[in-house]
């Protein structure tokens, strides 16, 4: 199973991995960096959630030009 979920959520890149046994997510600058979100994703959100977790939680952000969350595949870290 990947480690690592990549995601456009509304124009901002994240990434989601999991990490002994918990999410961990990550905003991923254009630079190449990640830092530390700012928000939780509990333990019970199954990998195949992830995107429903996110649109659900910034669908405030949706645009026109951006209407949902964007898989952007899986990975291994």
Do not use: C, T
């Amino acid at each position: 199973m990947p480690e690592e979920y990549r995601f456009d959520v509304f124009g901002r890149r994240m990434a989601i991995a999991r990490s002994g046994g918990a999410w961990v997510a990550y905003l991923l600058g254009a630079e190449g960096k990640r830092r530390r979100a700012s928000f939780e994703i509990p333990d019970f959100v199954s990998a195949d959630e992830l995107a429903q977790y996110l649109d659900d939680l910034f669908h405030e952000d949706a645009s026109l030009e951006r209407p949902s969350v964007v898989s952007l595949g899986a990975s291994e870290r």
